[in-house]
């Protein structure tokens, strides 16, 4: 727990249940000590205290009017009354006032541990409790902000259900890029902030609309945020949300924070409009899309560059602009797998725009690589049943490069690469394999055997033969005939 609050008139029983508190083995950052009720309830209004032992008889104000008056208070402590007397009458008056435990002087350090382990366990569990009801309480605010999965009535009824709870002052609602709040900054603001991340994958705030200035000065340096118009009450949440999207969108596009209300269309000459409708025509659509991967990385480049510089000098409209880059997004993972960039995780066009092509020419590397593999495979599966056809003549490695249509360099690389072995070794197994077969299966002489599997000297072939095998190819006859 953080903060422990003894209040006691007396000074050496305040400092004793200090000491045992500090003993308990129950982690307690502060302890603070008053002497009377009137000087804890100053403290109360003023910060936060998880739990407070009071007595019940002190001067200026007692321990049941302080309790009665902490009841009232919007964020209240665990208490426990700490008395000298054993009256039936003082414990009800207590307990019914919120108390939770009632201790008879003197009071023992067990009896101090045992109350503060049980008092742990209950703050645990009410942070628990608390950190759920939040959750909740954001994703019912995010249907009522989005309008989805919700009907007429069921609004109605959360608003009046969460009204009272909602700001009673004009609030505004932020769109900003996901991410571009730090994880303090809903503690940090002094205005009543409330963050809703990863709405559409961006993240969205409602703060107070006097705080929003330096809100955004202090937390959102450089960050492009679109804003609504000040508005108040839930029942204009959805439209507020509404109107600081667009705007969000506005400022992605012109790299500037930008205001629902006061957005206004650039002056954009008609040829230029013209321009970027012809961006958007479905052929033009689909080459930017076709183009990935074809080699053709300038003409690739060219065509994205121009729909981005359309973009940026506002010749297509904010929805046109979204909507084809959407489109687009998709079109390119269904076609050829993700590309890793969402588009409203990004502060300003610029910063996507660099990302995207990035990602974009990686996948055309990838996919132009892929394709150059499967040609030189072709080449290599066409080089093996070239040599397979033709293996009795006169072959090397520089004929089967030239039927292949490969540079020489580039098919020894390949072929081994390929076939695990050089074009030499390739040949002479093929070469001696056959000639096994002739030599199990016919009675023909070795030298005619030699040239029929295109060797025209019978020593060199004899050699190559035994070298391989073992054995020189009469013996291999000799013992394939014993078998």
Known sequence: ????????????????IHTMVQRSGVPVEVIMECANGEEALKILKTQKVDVMFTDIRMQKMDGIELVKEVSKLPEKPLMVAVSGYDDFTYAVEMLRNGVREYLLKPVERDKITQVLKKLEG?????????????KLGKHRLKNLMLGEHITE?????????????????????????????????????????????DVYGADVCLIESKYVSPFILNELPGVFAGISAPCEGMESL?????????????????????????????RIPDAFRAQGAKLLEQAVHERRIQLTGTGKTDELVREWDAFFTAAEKEMLT??????????????????????????????????????????????????????????????????????????QSDLNMAVVSNYVSMNYSLFSYSFKQYTGQNFVNFLKEIRIREAKKLLESTDEKIVDIAQKVG??????FMKIFKATCGVSPSE???NMQHI
């Open 238 to 266: 959805q439209e507020a949300y509404e109107g600081a999207s667009l705007a969000r969108r506005y400022s992605f596009i012109r790299g500037s924070i930008q205001k629902a209300g006061e957005l206004e269309e650039k």
């Open 1 to 16: 727990m953080n903060t422990v609050l003894i209040v006691e008139d007396e000074k050496l029983i305040r400092q004793g």
């Open 318 to 391: 904010v929805d046109e602009f979204f909507g084809e880059m959407e489109d687009s997004l998709g079109k390119l993972e269904e076609i050829y797998g993700k590309i890793d960039v969402s588009i409203r995780s990004y502060n300003q066009l610029g910063d996507f725009r660099a990302a995207f092509m990035d990602s974009l020419l990686e996948l055309n590397e990838q996919l132009s690589s892929r394709k150059d593999e499967n040609k030189s495979e072709q080449k290599m599966k066409m080089a093996i049943e070239y040599i397979e056809a033709n293996f």
């Open 476 to 478: 291999y006859r000799r």
């Open 153 to 197: 009535e069921e609004k109605a009824d959360l608003i009046s259900k969460y009204e009272g709870q909602f700001y009673t002052e004009p609030y505004c609602v932020l769109v900003l890029p996901r991410g571009a709040l730090s994880p303090d900054a809903a503690s940090s603001t002094s205005g009543h902030l409330v963050i809703l991340e």
């Open 122 to 134: 209950e703050l645990n569990d009410r942070i628990l409790l608390e950190s759920e009801e939040v």
């Open 455 to 460: 060797y025209d000297n019978e020593k060199h």
